[in-house]
């Protein structure tokens, strides 16, 4: 089976545009969950889709939102980027909340 | 709400030597609790799980972890590390009913001295 993919891989905005980034699940995997990584902080949970729902919310401001189609993909986006956004957002993907979360590489953000 | 502590943020062993990393978490009711290791540029894997059952799991690599319900920890061990363990690992957990995220600890750094 595939595992988790995300696309872009590595992407450089500056400040005050907007990027998108995707997350194909693992094969049959219908919960996506994304993460942001930074070396002072760790990982820091943004939100969690199943079924194109949003069942949970991390403490992150309204410029990051999130989606997820009917084929389980999920995009978040963040508007309005800020120099602190410089992270690698990672994506994970279960079979269902609650089970276990494999990750995908992760795509790094750099604002500049 | 939930939390975890990874005490130890940098450890630096030589290979052959014993491993034991120590992970506490917050929280009164059942949980899951998970390991990933994040080798050097690599993405997050599962090392291993605890969901129920044999408090003692064993995981991928030779690694294993026990959870100790008594004292709220779930701490990572090997016997005999090899310069390829050289990673960060993460400890997690997640309360194993409503809609509690997966918390993680702010991670190791293990570096392994050949």
């Known amino acids: 089976k595939a595992g988790v993919t995300q696309t872009p891989r590595y992407l450089i905005k500056t400040r005050g545009q907007q990027v998108t980034l995707s997350c194909s699940p693992i094969?049959?995997?219908?919960?996506v969950s994304w993460y942001q990584q930074t070396p002072g902080q760790g990982l820091q949970f943004l939100f969690e889709?199943?079924?194109?729902?949003?069942?949970n919310k991390g403490n992150f401001p309204g410029r990051f939102s999130g989606r997820q189609f009917s084929n389980s993909r999920s995009e978040m986006n963040v508007s309005t980027l800020e120099l602190g956004d410089s992270a690698l957002y990672l994506c994970?993907?279960?079979?269902?909340?609650?089970?276990?979360?494999?990750f995908g590489p992760g795509t790094r953000l750099l604002v500049l | 709400a939930q939390s975890v502590s990874q005490h130890n943020h940098h450890v630096i062993l030589s290979e052959a030597a014993s491993l034991e990393l120590g992970c506490n978490y917050s929280?009164?009711?059942?949980?899951?609790l998970f390991w990933y290791v994040q080798y050097p540029g690599q993405h997050l894997q599962l090392l291993l799980k605890?969901?129920?059952?044999?408090?003692l799991v064993k995981g991928i690599k030779g690694f294993e972890a026990e959870f100790i319900k008594s004292k709220f920890s779930f701490n990572l061990r090997k016997p005999s590390v090899q310069w390829s363990d050289t990673a960060e690992y993460f400890c997690?957990?997640?309360?194993?009913?409503?809609?509690?995220?997966?918390?993680f600890g702010t991670g190791t750094r293990l570096t392994i001295i050949p």
């Open positions: 994970a993907s279960s079979a269902s909340p609650g089970e276990t979360q494999y």
């Open positions: 094969s049959g995997h219908r919960s």
């Open positions: 889709y199943f079924s194109e729902t949003q069942r």
């Open positions: 929280y009164g009711g059942t949980v899951n």
């Open positions: 605890y969901f129920s059952g044999d408090p």
């Open positions: 997690a957990v997640k309360a194993n009913f409503g809609n509690e995220k997966l918390t």
